[in-house]
């Protein structure tokens, strides 16, 4: 098992930046590729972007490419998601998640309960 606990979120203004972390505690010796969802009520949870164990390489939605960033740092077993430019469509319920894969969509194994970010215009 891994446990996520997602901080960072809030209330912010359009073009305005926020930083999201994700602490993650448990199996964390598996090396879990890590990414971050969002979901707003009523639509399928999103991905936003993923990387690697070894952060070489990281996934980006094409939604939110070229503004938000994904970086980790293992020796916190915490990973980021930098959102700069926030827009009223970033507005949704973020989630951190492990175990990251892709088939033929994205998903995870292990979830965390969510940091909501609202931007306001």
């Known amino acids: 098992q891994v446990q996520l606990e997602e901080s960072g979120g809030g209330l912010v203004q359009v073009g305005a930046s926020l930083r999201l972390s994700c602490a993650a505690s448990?199996?964390?010796?598996?090396?879990?590729?890590m990414g971050w969802f969002r979901q707003v009520p009523g639509k399928e949870r999103e991905f936003v972007a993923g990387i690697t164990w070894s952060g070489d390489s990281t996934y980006i939605a094409d939604s939110v490419k070229g503004r938000f960033t994904i970086s980790r740092d293992n020796a916190k077993n915490t990973v980021y998601l930098q959102m700069n430019s926030l827009k009223p469509e970033d507005t949704a319920r973020y989630y951190c998640a492990a175990n990251l894969r892709k088939t033929t969509n994205w998903g995870a194994d292990y979830w965390g309960q969510g940091t909501q970010v609202t931007v306001s215009s």
């Open positions: 448990g199996r964390t010796f598996t090396r879990p590729a």
